[in-house]
């Protein structure tokens, strides 16, 4: 028998409170819920025939996204990845450009820049939200950056700097406010990474809705899922135009013309995936609120700890709470392995923050900030069971 | 009431014997054929809870188009465009070569290796089999290419031209044997667009299975669909392999941490696309006969036409008729779009070959041969509905 420190015992206690014991089957990270809404909607899809890159759902599905993320426009594509790489092309970054990410992100977000054939260039993350710091990110630019015409560049590279992609971490909103003060001191716009924070809002204003265009993500792991899917939301009619354009091939209306004005992309989601967007759509509410119930449990569990700290919404803000977070209050690497190892072992599938973006092997050589907060949140936290069901 | 030209009141008269009266409703080009069989394998995906990235019915969509192909290794992906892109990069296709491709295809030949950051260089079509003309090939290669080390270089261009792509139009198989030896003869690999030609094959082996690797398209028009889909065909192990890790985001095994070693991907299909998938496929005979059924119809009633020859399956190859094909006798861009207009008008939803590559404002500039026979083909090529239960 192992025997574990005292925050690993105490982590798994805490676990075992919330969650009942995992002995005889895992508990999952995070899985989706499916039940006969969904089975229905989807068999009326393919009932009707039209399961691929046209049909009813996907605009419905959109319709849907609209009104409860508050955008006027909607493009579901195929995933968050290819949503955010066309975000970023249709906002005009290009090959050789820099994008502003925050290093303590999933993958995707520097990948989707790096399609661009532009070139992530890291900032740190602020303690709190888990988000891009505005503050630390405004000290940054002013050291490195300079603008030059139309353009800031990046004094070390002599690269143009294009865009900023703040991420609202494990669906806690980030300072979206104040980066947008800091985005136009800059010139830069902001194309908000929401793949985690469907539901989650800073006041009455859901996330994705701040920057020139936003993306979500209905990937199997997030709060509602289409199988493979995301969606990018924008206020502005013409960028929304554009990139419904580059979504579908570029092609022109003509009844059998096969017209393309530009080089585009095959991005639509399909309607069988809509179809079960739809439905998922539709008990959102109900998952939000299992998802609060089992964020209230978590954090009244750890009110008394010494060891941890629940990461709670920031203020200001309403949360979706994807993916529940501890935070070590002394940051410690080999610990949090530990707990990993333990929890894990128990069938808790727990699981810490991503690898630093910087610290890959594609990526090390990309321009960044002093990344000293992404690296204190490394050691420190820890996402754990987090499904819908489990709050019910 | 318009009065048509002899063609055209042909035309009609064939489409009439053949499909019956399409005024009550239209007779789309190619639709989907969805049963009860698709409705209970999509309903046990959604039962299963896996509809996302990993679950079973990939790995067995997988094995199954590994069976019907004969090819070793299958990957599947989220579309052909995807797919084809995914190939171009994984067989080492950089920002700056060019891939020899039909001007002759649909737009997402073109688009792929442009996502590659290369350039297509447009090749001429063969009159019979309507793909990629090997012996023209060869005389193009040779007036414009030379090696340079391990490369072959366009002397026009000084670029480096890095792979070939052949198309299998409309699901005739391409002279695939006649083009491997001019691809041996220049050092280049071969990357197989089988998008159109699932079912398809050169004597007894499958179209896609010939190249360093090929792909499919599963959309909604093809002979079966995920919805939207596509795989890569390798026998290639070691291919397979890097496809298959540049398909997740390159991320390495570990029990939790997110460790990714090269800019990569989300491409993978989803497991409810695949449900859908595996369905389509034990269906795939009865679809094939069913299109064949179709095609020796169409043949039948152009025996003794003078205007019209139907375009049937090249010697020594087995076509899936994917789309059914006329060719004008006298090639007249303005007589097919009156056929266009008639037919459509009445209710079929024909459709000509697509605008050549080479003309589209974005690849204008691109290199290319002569191409008079895709120019030929463009005026004389119209396609006619082709649905497999219209064959049944």
């Not at 005889?24 to 909607?41: C, F, Q, R, V, Y």
């Not at 996330?207 to 997030?222: E, H, V, Y």
Request: with cysteine.
């Amino acid at each position: 028998m192992t025997t574990y420190d005292l925050p690993t015992r105490e982590f798994l206690e805490v676990l075992t409170s919330v969650l009942g014991p995992a002995e005889k089957s895992t508990i999952a990270l995070h899985e989706p819920n499916i039940g006969d809404h969904e089975h229905k909607m989807v068999a009326e899809c393919l009932s009707s025939g039209w399961v691929s890159s046209v049909g009813e759902f996907i605009t419905r599905f959109e319709n849907q996204l609209s009104k409860i993320t508050g955008a006027k426009h909607v493009i579901a594509v195929v995933n968050g990845t290819c949503a955010l790489h066309l975000a970023l092309h249709s906002v005009g970054i290009n090959p050789g450009d820099e994008v502003i990410i925050p290093s303590l992100s999933f993958v995707a977000t520097a990948n989707a820049v790096a399609h661009c054939g532009a070139i992530p260039h890291f900032a740190d993350s602020d303690l709190t939200t888990l988000g891009l710091d505005p503050t630390a990110l405004r000290k940054h630019l002013g050291s490195v950056a300079t603008r030059r015409g139309d353009d800031l560049i990046n004094t070390k590279t002599g690269r143009r700097i294009g865009a900023i992609v703040p991420m609202h971490t494990f669906g806690h909103p980030m300072q979206i406010d104040e980066l947008i003060l800091v985005a136009k001191e800059f010139g830069l716009p902001i194309v908000e990474d929401a793949a985690e924070s469907l539901g989650s809002c800073v006041g009455k204003k859901h996330t994705g809705t701040f920057g020139r265009c936003g993306i979500l993500s209905f990937n199997g792991n997030k709060t509602i899922t289409t199988g493979g899917g995301g969606a990018i939301l924008t206020d502005d009619e013409s960028l929304a135009k554009k990139i419904r354009h580059l979504a579908t091939t570029a092609k022109l209306a003509h009844d059998w013309e096969f017209l393309h004005d530009q080089t585009a992309f095959n991005y639509r989601m399909p309607n069988l995936n809509a179809a079960l967007g739809c439905a998922q759509l539709d008990r959102l509410d109900e998952f939000l609120r299992h998802k609060r119930n089992l964020a209230n449990k978590y954090d009244k569990a750890l009110q008394n700890s010494g060891s941890f700290e629940f990461v709670g919404e920031p203020k200001g803000t309403t949360s979706n709470y994807w993916l529940n977070t501890f935070r070590l209050t002394n940051p410690n690497l080999a610990m949090r392995n530990e707990l990993l190892t333990a929890s894990r072992a128990k069938g808790y599938l727990c699981r810490p923050a991503w690898n630093l973006l910087h610290q890959l092997p594609m990526y090390e050589n990309s321009p960044r900030a002093e990344l000293p907060v992404a690296q204190i949140l490394l050691s420190s936290l820890i996402n754990v069971p987090s499904s819908a069901n489990l709050g019910s």
